[in-house]
């Protein structure tokens, strides 16, 4: 059973940079992972952010992005804003199913 | 617009049974996959099924395969989750979400609480 790690949580000053990762348990992810991040805010269902890897939907800020770094799935927030503390999940597809990440607690602060 | 709307959710004892239905709309429903994703209370987000936009394929995680029944009826733009032997790890908000090309979940329904309890 892959288990897909995130850090547990992060702080981020408003308007700093912060980059959040997802790693898989069965080995480097690349993009026929096709890593998702999700954004979670308490009492609300998850927004969608980033799908494939880099891609972004059309209501997602411009100061997120998605990259593969260093064999992990990433996300980096670029100007973070006081709203985007939340919860925030990575999603992998592993053929046959998919597995979220434990999710990231960010605080801005 | 599109929209998912779950329904179904309900306090069950353990052992028994329970159906979730979530109502689409806005979209050409069979032309999607579907998927249905828990939280449990203050934990963090589960995969749990997966059913092709005609039936064809169906996928399930290890924690709920052989106790849960994905399906949908796309004459009624609806997805359906049969739950069978809940036990109290089955305690969750259960949301339906869209699947779209490039293995993503696009829209989310906003959820329905299944509670296991005696």
């Known amino acids: 059973q892959t288990v897909v790690t995130q850090e547990p949580s992060l702080t981020v000053s408003p308007g700093g940079t912060v980059t959040l990762t997802c790693a898989s348990s069965?080995?480097?992810?690349?993009?026929?992972?096709?890593p998702n991040w999700f954004q979670q805010k308490p009492g609300q269902a998850p927004r969608p952010l980033i799908y494939s890897t880099t891609n972004k939907y059309s209501w997602t800020p411009a100061r997120f992005s998605g990259s593969l770094l260093g064999g992990k799935a990433a996300l980096t927030l670029s100007g973070v804003q006081p709203e985007d503390e939340a919860e925030y999940y990575c999603?992998?597809?592993?053929?046959?199913?998919?597995?979220f990440g434990g999710g990231t607690k960010l605080t801005v602060l | 617009e599109v929209h998912l709307v779950e329904s179904g959710g309900a306090l069950v004892q353990p052992g028994g049974s329970l159906r979730l239905s979530c109502a689409a709309s806005?979209?050409?429903?069979?032309?999607?996959?579907m998927n249905w994703v828990r939280q449990a209370p203050g934990r963090g987000l589960e995969w749990i099924s997966y059913?092709?936009?005609?039936?064809?394929?169906?996928y399930y995680a290890d924690s709920v395969k052989g106790r849960f029944t994905i399906s949908r009826d796309n004459t009624r733009n609806s997805l359906y989750l049969q739950m069978n032997s809940l036990g109290a790890e089955d305690t969750a908000v259960y949301y339906c979400?869209?699947?779209?090309?490039?293995?993503?979940?696009?829209?989310w329904g906003r959820g329905t609480l299944v509670t296991v309890s005696s």
């Open positions: 979400a869209r699947g779209a090309t490039l293995f993503h979940f696009d829209y």
């Open positions: 059913i092709s936009s005609v039936s064809s394929t169906k």
């Open positions: 806005g979209f050409t429903f069979d032309n999607f996959e």
């Open positions: 999603l992998l597809y592993r053929g046959g199913g998919w597995v």
């Open positions: 069965a080995g480097p992810l690349n993009s026929a992972y096709y």
